[in-house]
Structure formats: structure tokens, C-alpha cells
């Protein structure tokens, strides 16, 4: 038996040992959220509550459902894992909810069942459907977007307008055409089966546990969703932080943690207020973001407490190469000009992997990344909303379903060379599938496509191929930025905010923060706040927040400062440090000849 109570904190306990019904954890970040779902699986089956293959778990990213597999796994080894696996019995299913959507549909449907299309090609043939109805100069992301933000809700919400209609039925139109859904589809088709009552009950004997990580994440459709899998006092479990609610674009709102009490019956409310990350400096300059909006006090167990460094600068490119010095003095010096200038060096020497660089878009990491490029140092991005909006993954995505013999006809239009290339080349190809896993199929892929597997894009893929080796639908695997991050690279992390929630790294650098910026000038500005609130609270160590005078964003010049928001949080928690002027290179005097 595991003696759960030595690993445990009194609250993480609780939540960990609840028996029946719904339960739900609000967990700060650096509460040990993901530690909690994961034991809590492994108690369920530990103390026979629960078969493994009983327990349905779901979260928002490949890269959290690994992690939980992995030590939910540690857990049952350490056990009796291995026993169950000689005995046949199956392990828990932890997936995202695309992921789980898509093998649910196919499970269910058997040949009906389609495939899903990522957010680019949604737009494309969203055009196309706008062509057809007339409309003149359509915008295809706009479309998608508008169309995709219907759906958020189940049913979807057009609030009769008519055009609206009309559009989405000619999309849908098209989708059926060639056999496709797009990412919303998965959840809402998933949402209608479950509307069959000899579905829901096959579904509520398969899965009587059911837990939901990231539960401030949910949009409405997947609300309505996980109302579906569980009854009103069945044993469901949700974990997340209200004030880590930052995807209002995609309908998700901290008020569904207000619904699941109304929505379920009995519910027990388990509150994690422990902080294992951060340093109390942290958690209390990011909780003054949303003063009067939490209860909850967070309590850092970490002695040390550093201040938050904040600096400001003339000008982007400036503020990039502050970056990439300090960065090679915290790891010691990498470039043969660090060493010369001698700049290297530093107290605690760090691995790169230990550092990430955040901000709010995309456009703001540009400059880091060039400035890190002259100084040799590596890095790897995860800033990109839709990966597949690549051109190589593209590619390399569409000859994966040729080659899998699926919605052949659609991708075979799309692919470089078109449809009568690869009709040609096909039947020399596919014998070279027999017996392929995921990552064996990549590299035969690649070299199909004559692309350079060294590219740090490709490795990137091929790294998350790996991490899921069974990998079906590369469409739901490369759903998130995140997904295409390895934490264990010895690289510089470069990351907008949103993709590294749920991360965290010794050093962290917070660079943008200037008003427009951060609060974004066109978004909503509590939703701002709790995005700052993330930002500041992915550091356990050190923290630098950085902000420049002028800013040249999307063609136009923005004049900053510091962010508003950094107004609020008290000085005594800040060190403001002076910019400085850049120094002019001494010439080295000639020496005279006489």
C-alpha cells in the first residue's frame, strides 16, 4: 500500500483521497495541480475504486497528457503496474479533448467517421464557400473565426442571421464534400452521440471517473460537454485556477467554475493555496494584478526572495541584446565574443534549458531570436497558434494522410507537384509503409519530400512524433503551440505567454511590457490581467520584466513605457534598474612608426 499522506500536503490529500461525487480543486499556480491529478488516478486504483481502463482524464495539450501518463505510470510501477500489465489489464486513457473527441467519433462511427482539418485549411474552404454564396472579398481567416466562435457553443449560436447560415451550411457543405471536420466539429459531433441515450449509458459504463485538467480553459461547448459525461452526482473531477482564465477569444470563462457548483449535486470544493514554485515576491506582485478578485492567499514554501528587476530600454533592438548578454552571463558565456568582450560568466551557472523568454505576440520575439542567432546561443520557439500553418509540416501532413489512405482526393490537390505527380508516385510508395510507427513514417516522409531533417522545425516535429510513437491524426497531435516544445532541450525557450502556461522555468524573462502591448490595446483587459498574472508566475528563481520607448509593431510605431499594470504592483516587491547608453567600441591606438 502507498502511504499517500507522506507525499502529500493536508489539501492535496483531501483531494487526492475523495471517494464518490463531484469534486472540484481550484489550484493556484505551483500548487502541485498536475501531482494532484495524477495520484489521484493512481488512488482510485490503488485502492480498487476503480479499473484503469475505467478512468477517463483530459487536458488541453499532448505534452500535460504525457506528463500525467508518465507519472500516473511511475506511480503504478512502483506498485504493482507491472503485474496488471502481465495480466493484461489496460493502463487509464489521458488525452486531450480533440484527441479524445477524434477516437470516440471512430470508435462510434466505425467508416463514417471523418477527419479532422486544421484552423488554415478551415479558412480556405471557408472562402470557398463565401465564393460560391457571392460574398465579395471575403477574408478567409475571418470567416473561419467568426464561423469557429458559433460553435463554441453547442448548439451553434448564429442568432438568426441568415448570411451566417447560409455560410456555415455551405462550409459544412464542403467539410462533407471531402470528408473533413474541423477542430470544433470533433467536440460538437462528440456532443451529439452523447445526446443518444444508449450512447450516454455505453459511455457512463466505460468511463464512471472522469477528470478534466485545465477546467479554466473550457469553452462552452466543452462545458456542455462534460455535463454529458458525468451525471449530475456522478464522480467527475475538475482541477484549474479562475485566475488563470486567459482564452476569452475562444469562449472560455473562469465562471464555469461558478457553474460546475450549480450544475452538480454535492459538490466538494478542495482548495490547493501551497506554492511550491514561485517565491513569495512573485505570487504577491502577480496576485496584485487581481486584487479584489481572489480569496485565495497563496503561500510560497520557498525561502528565498528575490525582487523583480525591471528594465527599461530605447528601442527593440536594445532590449534584445540586453536579452542575449545576460542570458550568456547566467549560463557562463557560450560565443567566442562573449569570451573576448568579456562579458562571460556569472555566479550560478544555469542550463539553457532552465531559461525561457515570454511575450504577449509573436512579432515580439523576432528580434530575441535574431539577437540570440549572433550570439550563438540556441533557442526553440513555441509562439505559433496553428503549427501546421508551417509549410513544411503542411506538407509533410498531407502526404501522412495520402500515405495513410485517407481523404486522399482532398490532400493530393494540395500537395507541391499536385495530384498527377503523386498519383504517379504512389503505388512505388506505399509498400515502403509495412510496419511503420509514427516516427519511422515521419523520416520516411521527409525523405520522400527531400526536406533537411536537421531544420529546427522538423526536429521539433519529430520530437513530438516521438513523445507519441502511436500517433494517429498529426492534425490533433500539432493542435497546440506548446505541443511542439521540448522542456529537456538545451535550448532558450522562446514562447508567447499562452503557450507556456502550465510551465514553468528557473529564469524567466517578461520582455514587451508596454501599454497596447500588455494589456493587449484591442482585448479584454481582465483577461490582460490574469495573462500578466501567468507570465509572472512561470519563474521559480529570477524574474526580468523589460519594456522599451519605441516600438515598431505590425507597420506602426508605438511609443510605450512601462505597462499600467506594473503600477500596480507595490515597489517594494520591484528594483527598477536605469538604462543605460550604449557604449562606444575604443579604437585601439596606431602605433606610430617613428
Known sequence: MIDWSSNLNPTQYKAVTHRIGPLLVVAGPGTGKTRVLSYRIGHLIETGAAKPDRILAMTFTNQAAKEISERVSRLLDSEFSTECIHNGQKIPKISTFHGWALGFLKQTLGEDARLPVDEKDAGDLCQEAAKKLGLSNPKPQGLYECISKAKQHFPPRINGDEDMEALIQAYHGLLEKYGLWDYDDLLLEALRLLEHTEIKAKFYRDFPFVLVDEFQDISPAQYTLIKSMARKDGNITVIGDPNQAIYGFRGASPEFIHCFNTDFENVKTVVLDT???????????????????????????RDRTPKIRIKPFEDPAAEAKWVARTIEQIVGGLSFVSLDSGTAGGNTLRSLSDIAVLFRAKALGNPVAEALSRQGIPFQRADTPDPLAQKELRSIWRL????????????????????????????????????????????YIIDILDLDPNRPLLRALARAVKRHPHVDSLAVLLRNEADMLDINIEAVSLLSIHA?????????????????????????????????????????????????????????????????????????LLVREKAQKPKKPRRPKQKKLF
Open 500 to 572: 507556456a502556461k502550465g510551465l514553468e522555468f528557473p529564469v524567466v524573462f517578461l520582455i514587451g511590457c508596454e501599454p497596447g502591448i500588455l494589456p493587449w490595446k484591442e482585448a479584454d483587459r481582465e483577461e490582460e490581467r490574469r495573462l500578466f498574472y501567468v507570465g509572472l508566475t512561470r519563474a521559480s528563481e529570477e524574474i526580468f520584466l523589460s519594456h522599451v520607448k519605441h516600438r515598431r509593431l505590425f507597420g506602426q510605431m508605438m511609443h510605450g513605457g512601462p505597462s499600467p499594470f506594473i503600477a500596480d504592483i507595490p515597489e517594494k
Open 275 to 301: 506554492v511550491y514554485r514561485c517565491p513569495q515576491v512573485f505570487l504577491d506582485a502577480a496576485t496584485s494584478l487581481i486584487k479584489d478578485r481572489s480569496a485565495v492567499r497563496l503561500k510560497s514554501v
Open 400 to 443: 501522412w494522410e495520402v500515405l495513410k489512405g485517407r481523404t486522399v482526393r482532398y490532400h493530393l490537390l494540395k500537395l507541391p507537384g499536385g495530384k498527377d505527380l503523386w498519383n504517379r508516385k504512389l503505388p512505388d510508395l506505399k509498400p515502403g509503409l509495412q510496419g511503420k510507427d509514427g516516427p519511422q513514417l515521419l523520416s
